[in-house]
């Protein structure tokens, strides 16, 4: 059974959810500086789950989805952005 999906936004590193989570996609405005986003699980210092890169280039824009492999954090689900403008993080 598929679970309903929210969306966390932000605009600089922080908590996606606070608890379990999959993430099934993210949704991202680049920089003028290449960048990365960093799904970690157990906070800003927990696992890596995974890192993707963004393009340089301020107006940018990009959807990496996950729906069929998504990413599932035990603890709480956390971004950390590096150059990124703001990203939407959909989980479930």
């Given at each position: 059974?598929?679970?309903?999906?929210?969306?966390?936004?932000?605009?600089?590193?922080?908590?996606?959810?606070?608890?379990?989570a999959r993430v099934v996609g993210i949704?991202?405005?680049?920089?003028?500086?290449?960048?990365?986003?960093?799904?970690?699980?157990?906070?800003?210092?927990?696992?890596?789950?995974?890192?993707?890169?963004?393009?340089?280039?301020?107006?940018?824009?990009?959807?990496?989805?996950?729906?069929?492999?998504?990413?599932?954090?035990?603890?709480?689900?956390?971004?950390?952005?590096?150059?990124v403008t703001s990203v939407t993080v959909?989980?479930?």
């Amino acid at each position: 059974m598929k679970q309903d999906a929210n969306s966390t936004q932000l605009a600089a590193s922080g908590e996606v959810f606070g608890g379990p989570a999959r993430v099934v996609g993210i949704h991202f405005v680049a920089s003028a500086t290449a960048g990365t986003i960093t799904i970690r699980d157990g906070g800003a210092t927990g696992a890596i789950k995974a890192v993707f890169a963004t393009p340089a280039s301020a107006t940018a824009t990009g959807f990496i989805g996950l729906s069929d492999t998504p990413f599932r954090c035990q603890t709480d689900a956390y971004c950390a952005l590096t150059d990124v403008t703001s990203v939407t993080v959909i989980y479930a």
